[in-house]
């Protein structure tokens, strides 16, 4: 059964929000102690208004009036006083858990294996993050305290009014059954309409996020209204979804606030009737409507609450699931220990293939790299090539074989060790918002400003970075877009030479470089590479003639291994490629090859 044909569906993920609230348990205590102070003060000014009424228009004594009115403003100083502690602990406690939970979240997300990502658009995925944090955030932070202080409002409110008069008392009570009912079938209706906007507008922000990420390309291909017009499509449908949900609470809310009124109305008449028959003092009838209308001021919003616990729900079962996400690669609850690689890297009879594919990507892969040789991956697009970087990170299991790392099948290893003793260099470096200096860092977070320049001169940096006013310092914007792509790719090579690997992985990282930058990265590249055993994953063949070892993959099989001109001798699938790319440079014009 469905959370949502099920009662009880909202009070499971709530109840178990509720249950980060555990470690602030002393605050908790404190704030819950000012509540039932708060309430317990806000139950007693009516009777002192019945009181007062009394004092004044039956009993006419003035000493009794002025003595129950400096108790009643005691009363209410008293009671701002408990509102406010009880109001600042417990919104302490709540904007401390939500926090709590936007860490927790990061972290797992940042800890997911690459299948959950190739399975889930990233930008839905943050959309639909953001929104159901921010829908938490408001029930944590106000709308559970304040549904708290309701409900004890009520609960002693009814028991002072059956206490105070239980016919009058018993005549209100009446027409809760049938609101308990409606309250349970149209709260699970709106958590059900609430769910699906929520998932709609999370699809939306997604493919506005995408669209924002490639915006080169929108712009390129003119496509500006198209892409914007698939999102108003997108958001008209949330809008019709959120709609549908904002009738279903107003519809709810507005009934609740129509019964307590009517109900009022019908204690107030009877409760008239009993005065003027001499049954009931003026005082007590006093007392008894405003004691009325504490329960119906707090009946209302209780309802509201409600209303937003079920659309709550939603948001919060799915942020659990997020967290109860196991990630499919992890470190070994007992890993061996293995701080300081020696680089030998071998690949045994691996076959693997990407979830939802038929068809194997590897196929029965038989690969050793001796520590500090370097070994060519060169092959068509969709060869394997850049699969098998991925293997020897651990980014994916394979589902036949093994790799290892010097003799240690990479699945007994502690993922932070294995990791630690690799650096990649791609074709399109990832940099991070912020300074070049945290971007070259980020390889060592350690790393003492000496040692982030000793790495950039290396890298063949230096020189660039000490041209711009803030050095160091300059801010790279979003992805490096303030820089060069030679730029970019020699602070990616100084963040490589500072987390100093033992095993190198190289995805064809001059390809996309003018000649003088080629220069530049290759340079730095081959002093990266001393005493290092390098995967290089090849496109231009003229980069990797002096590999130690030359592997040609074809459709995720390996059909020739060896050097370059013992390869090129066999006259196979490598001289192929070779002449290929040959006739294909001869093809370009004499003087653009000068001018290159």
Known sequence: MTDQAHPSGAARPVA??????????????????FLLASGALGLVYPRLF??????????????????LTRTLLLIFVAQAVTVFIRYYLLGWVGERVVADLRVALARRLLGQSQSYFHATRSGELLARVTADVTRVQETVTSAIPDGAVNLLT???????????NPVLTAIMLAVVPPSVIATVLLGRRIRALSQRAQDQLARASGQLQEAVAGVELVQSFCREDHVAERYRDEVERGFRLSIRSLLASSVFSSSATLVACLTMTGVFWLGGAM??????SAGALTEFMLYTMIVAAAVAPSATLWGQLQGAAGATARLFEILDARPEIASPESPIQ?????????????????????????EDIHLHL????????????????????????RLHDPQRGRVLLDGHDLRALALPDLRAA??????????????????????????????????????????????????????VGEHGAQLSGGQR????????????????????????????????????????????????????????VDADHIVVLERGRVVEEGRHERLLARGGAYARLVARQTASASRVPAELRRSA
């Not at 020696?342 to 038929?358: A, C, I, K, P, T």
């Not at 963040?495 to 990265?521: F, K, M, N």
């Open 50 to 67: 019945g009181s007062i009424i009394d004092a004044s228009f039956t009993q006419h004594d003035q000493g009794a009036l002025g003595g």
């Open 154 to 164: 009520i609960a002693g409110g009814l028991a002072v009014l059956l206490w105070t």
């Open 370 to 393: 001796r520590p500090g040789t370097t070994c060519a991956l060169v092959g068509g697009s969709g060869s394997g090539k850049s699969t098998l970087s991925r293997l020897a990170r």
């Open 16 to 33: 178990r929000l509720l249950g980060l609230t555990r470690p602030h348990a002393p605050r908790l205590a404190i704030a819950g102690v």
């Open 422 to 475: 690799m650096a990649v260099v791609s074709q399109e470096p990832t940099l991070l918002s912020g300074t070049i200096a945290d971007n070259i860092r980020f390889g060592r977070p350690d790393a003492t400003d000496e040692a982030v320049e000793a790495a950039a001169r290396q890298a063949n940096a230096h020189e660039f970075i000490a041209q711009f006013p803030d050095g160091y310092g300059t801010l």
């Open 489 to 544: 790719q020699r602070v990616a090579i100084a963040r490589a030479i500072l987390s100093d690997p033992r095993v190198l992985i190289l995805d064809e990282a001059t390809s996309a470089l003018d000649a003088r930058s080629e220069g530049l990265v290759q340079d730095a590249l081959d002093r990266l590479r001393r005493g290092r055993t390098t995967l290089v994953i090849a496109h231009r063949l003229s980069t990797i």
């Open 338 to 362: 293995h701080p300081r690689a020696r680089g030998e890297l071998r690949f045994d009879g691996v076959s693997f293939g990407y979830r939802g594919r038929d068809q194997l990507v590897l």
């Open 275 to 280: 005065v003027a028959r001499g049954e009931l």
